[in-house]
């Protein structure tokens, strides 16, 4: 098996070829002057299994996935696996109002043309691997946050919203500690308060885990209340790190204590890496790769 | 027939409403704070033939593209006619080299998923159109730059070269006046010299007319030689202006008299609408709509 790693995830696909110990493929990857992408895959794949490694996020990096996927499947390759680290879109799961497009849907329709299987981290909503016409698998990186947030001696796990305490539950089983949610009461027409439901944060050290920080404006608000309820340290943890809309400025403005993040998107904060869930994954899915 | 005019073609979509009398369908487009499009239509489709249009470039458009598909066939239309303006990826229309995407395929195919029909203006090779796995058609906007021409006493047109003369010539036909072509000519080991075939350029008012113009270099190149030779007015037209990397500077720098465009990709520079030629070949392909 070869890996390709595109331009957004070149991380994780080194990572991945280190992990499972398959090569990478060599490849030119360029833009023109008009911005358009230009890919060209350098090694013959005539019959061999090719695993394509992208981040399906920001629009341009998913179109460079689709040429990706084309100069794969065009030079004959066996089985294509397409490994989306972050899947962008997930976010728009259904059709909120009457004449929206769901565009998860959309996006998993168009790398479905050149695909044998997708493998995705964390996705928003489980449901959303079904918009793909091949089988599609998911992986968690919690287990991964988790390791590393074991090293900093969390007192406990907080998920941002009850939604999510599955996840927090998860890490915290992990890591051998508690685990809580934040609970947003209102406390008069505008005021909110958010705390956890049943745990104390005075002089703990706590730790948030989240899929996806984007702007991170609620997760802000939750560190400003958890420090005023007298919690020592707040970390914030996350899969899918797309710090938008000055979310570092309002994290550390809020007195963050540390921003963790996987490589689904690179970035600063990208500690751990999301290649060993994917790796984990298809050694159990795709035991051959083994040879 | 209702039309979607997607965020990079509001004016062709405009003006091709106007010219068929078919009612522009009301939408809501947005981004989320991390760039994601969101696309909803609002009016009810259901049954109805729809033509969205949309110039497919650059890339977050031509993700904006894939969305208005979606939420056009999910909402239950009838007929999906496509309109690309401008189609992106025009250019890397074959393999140059192994193992490279042939983009401009797989962008048609990914069309492809969710029309019944496809439209594009003067596509840079006519053979692209069969990448579509739909029919596909082009119509030719020389005859609109032409008439916008016919007003400004040109003497002749010219084409960049020798493969583009028979743009040059039928726009020279409509506007009843000579056409030639550009022939560069090494005269020693680097200089270039660039003249017209036949034609002298002394005290004429030129043309020169070609189907893109993007980074403007050998356009502007033209425009000096000629200006040298001593042409009186050189005038640029092109169906596509992408005008990148610092085309504009370079085109007046060369001392070009006027630069035309259509509005395929909308520019301080589209002087006429692709609309014309769209709207003709509609009528002629879908003499329903007359209805």
Request: contains cysteine; negative net charge.
């Amino acid at each position: 098996m070869y890996i390709l790693g595109g331009t957004s995830a070149k991380n994780v696909a080194q990572n991945l070829a280190n992990k499972i110990q398959q090569p990478l493929l060599q490849a030119t990857y360029k833009r023109f002057p008009d911005d358009e992408f230009y890919v060209r895959v350098l090694d013959d794949i005539a019959g061999e299994d090719v695993l394509i490694v992208q981040t399906a996020y920001p629009d341009p990096k998913i179109v460079e996935l689709l040429l990706m996927q084309d100069a794969v499947h065009d030079a004959g390759a066996k089985k294509i696996t397409v490994v989306l680290p972050y899947f962008g879109y997930s976010r728009q799961d259904k059709k909120f109002e009457e004449g929206e497009a769901i565009s998860s849907r959309a996006v998993a329709q168009h790398i479905s043309m050149h695909a044998d299987c997708v493998i995705t981290v964390d996705p928003h909503k489980e449901h959303i691997l079904k918009f793909f016409s091949v089988p599609a698998y998911s992986c968690s990186a919690v287990s991964t946050i988790a390791q590393y947030l074991k090293e900093k001696n969390i007192d406990f796990i907080l998920a941002p919203d009850k939604g999510a305490k599955d996840r927090a539950k998860e890490a915290a089983t992990l890591i051998n500690c508690e685990y809580d949610y934040l609970e947003k009461t209102r406390i008069d027409g505008t005021t909110v308060k958010i705390t956890p439901k049943k745990l104390d944060a005075r002089g703990k050290h706590v730790a948030i885990i989240d899929d996806i920080i984007s702007t991170g404006g609620t997760m802000a608000n939750s560190i400003k209340e958890l420090k005023k309820q007298g919690a020592k340290t707040v970390s914030v943890a996350c899969t899918h790190g797309l710090f938008v809309g000055g979310a570092k400025e309002k994290l550390l403005s809020a007195d963050c204590d540390e921003i963790i993040s996987t490589d689904t998107i690179e970035t600063e904060f990208s500690k751990v890496s999301a290649a060993d869930c994917i790796a984990e994954l298809l050694l159990k899915t795709l035991p051959h790769i083994k040879n």
